[in-house]
């Protein structure tokens, strides 16, 4: 498991992003009902896509280098994410063993890259797959942290 799942768990000290206009987190879709939650840690960007419940949709950190190392056994879904193919890789939670845990990579133009993630029960997760797929990433980075 990522150890960013857990940390996605404990996120204290965060605020709700005024915008969606892409500046620290990409951008949702308007009509997705999902605002972000984000918080700067060092160099990196950490952001929660969190439904009106507020409950958490996704995730993703942003940094240099990924964390995340997907490993092909655990290939799941092939999707494209702002314009690039990527793979969903299949996760378990062994505290919720019957919640589906999905993971991906995807490289941005600024070379960084974007660690993507959710949990999400089985009627949920193409739903959620989804409203993940649909994000928008500026093409360059605007603020800096």
Not at 132 to 144: I, K
Request: proline letters at 6%; a neutral charge; one cysteine or more.
């Amino acid at each position: 498991m990522s150890a960013l799942l857990v940390l996605a768990g404990s996120f204290g000290g965060a605020y709700a992003q005024e915008s969606q206009n892409g500046v620290s987190c990409p951008q949702l879709p308007a009509n997705s009902g999902l605002t972000w939650e984000y918080k700067a840690t060092g160099g990196s960007d950490f952001c929660r896509a969190l439904r009106a419940d507020g409950s958490e949709a996704f995730g993703l950190y942003i940094s240099r280098k990924a964390n995340f190392e997907p490993k092909r056994g655990n290939r799941a879904e092939e999707a494209v994410i702002d314009g690039q193919s990527v793979y969903w890789y299949k996760g378990e939670l062994a505290t919720k063993p019957d919640m589906q845990v999905r993971e991906t990579l995807v490289q941005l133009p600024d070379g960084r890259v974007a660690h993507i993630w959710l949990q999400a029960s089985v009627p949920d997760l193409a739903p959620t797959l989804n409203q993940a797929q649909s994000m928008r990433f500026p093409a360059t980075r605007l603020t800096s942290n």
